[in-house]
C-alpha cells in the first residue's frame, strides 16, 4: 500500500492563481481530512469527508473548496490564492469517523502565495 | 470549548537523559488521545494512542504515555533520549460526536544534545 499521497510536494502561486492540491490513499478509508500546518499553531482542519459526495467544513474553510467523487481521492482546490494561504498542507485519512480511529498522514505540500 | 494543551513548547534534553513532553486536555468527557511526532520537512507519524483500555500506553522507539483522568494529562516519556527523537511532537485529542475530528496541541520541539 502507498497509504497517503500528495501532489505536488513544493508549489508557489501568485496572488489570484487557482489550484488543486492532490490526495490519494489506497486504504479504502472512508474518513478523509484537510489540515493546514502553521508555525507555532498545531494543524487546523479545513475540511472533512466521511465517504465519497460528503464534505463538511473544519475551522478554516473559508478560501478552500473540496469534492469527494471517489473514495480514495479528496482534492483540495484553493479558488483565489493569497499570502495568507501560505502554509504546509497535510491530507489525512482513517478506516471510519470515529474517537477510536487513528489518522494516516501524506507527507505535505508546502505552498508559497506571493 | 474542548481543547489540548501542551505546556512546553521547547525541550532540550541531553542524549542518554529522559525525556518528558507534557499534555493537558480539557475534561468534558473522556476522550481518545493519541500522541504524534513530525520530523523535519516529514510528514506525521503515530507514535501512540490511548482509546480508553490501558492507562499506560506504549508505542514506538520506547516512548510510553499514562493517561491519568484526575489530573486531565497525558504526558509522553522516554528513558533514554536518542538523537533520532529530535522532532516536533504533537498531543492530540479527538472528542468523538458528530465531526470525530482531532484537536491538535501547538507542538512541543524536542531538541537533543550530544
Known amino acids: 500500500n502507498a497509504g497517503v499521497t500528495q501532489t505536488p510536494k513544493f508549489q508557489v502561486l501568485k496572488t489570484g492563481q487557482s489550484m488543486t492540491l492532490q490526495c490519494a490513499q489506497d486504504?479504502?478509508?472512508?474518513?478523509m481530512s484537510w489540515y493546514r500546518q502553521d508555525p507555532g499553531m498545531g494543524l487546523r482542519l479545513i475540511h472533512y469527508s466521511v465517504g465519497a459526495g460528503i464534505t463538511d467544513q473544519g475551522e478554516v474553510p473559508n478560501g478552500y473548496n473540496v469534492s469527494r467523487s471517489t473514495t480514495e481521492d479528496f482534492p483540495l482546490r484553493l479558488l483565489s490564492a493569497a499570502p495568507s494561504q501560505t502554509s504546509v498542507y497535510f491530507c489525512?485519512?482513517?478506516?471510519?469517523?470515529?474517537?477510536?480511529?487513528?489518522?494516516?498522514f501524506g507527507p505535505g505540500t508546502r505552498l508559497t502565495v506571493t | 470549548a474542548q481543547s489540548v494543551t501542551q505546556l512546553d513548547s521547547h525541550v532540550s534534553v541531553s542524549e542518554g537523559t529522559p525525556v518528558l513532553l507534557r499534555c493537558n486536555y480539557s475534561?468534558?468527557?473522556?476522550?481518545?488521545l493519541f500522541w504524534y511526532v513530525q520530523h523535519p520537512n516529514k510528514g506525521l507519524q503515530l507514535l501512540l494512542k490511548y482509546t480508553s483500555a490501558a492507562t499506560l500506553v506504549k508505542g514506538i522507539n520506547g516512548f510510553e504515555a499514562e493517561f491519568k483522568k484526575s489530573e486531565t494529562s497525558f504526558h509522553l516519556t522516554k528513558p533514554s533520549a536518542h538523537m533520532s527523537d529530535a522532532a516536533e511532537y504533537f498531543c492530540?485529542?479527538?472528542?468523538?460526536?458528530?465531526?470525530?475530528?482531532?484537536?491538535f496541541g501547538k507542538g512541543t520541539k524536542l531538541s537533543v544534545k550530544p
Open positions: 475534561s468534558s468527557y473522556s476522550p481518545s
Open positions: 489525512a485519512s482513517s478506516f471510519r469517523q470515529g474517537a477510536a480511529y487513528e489518522q494516516y
Open positions: 492530540v485529542v479527538n472528542y468523538g460526536g458528530s465531526q470525530g475530528n482531532l484537536i
Open positions: 486504504m479504502n478509508h472512508e474518513y
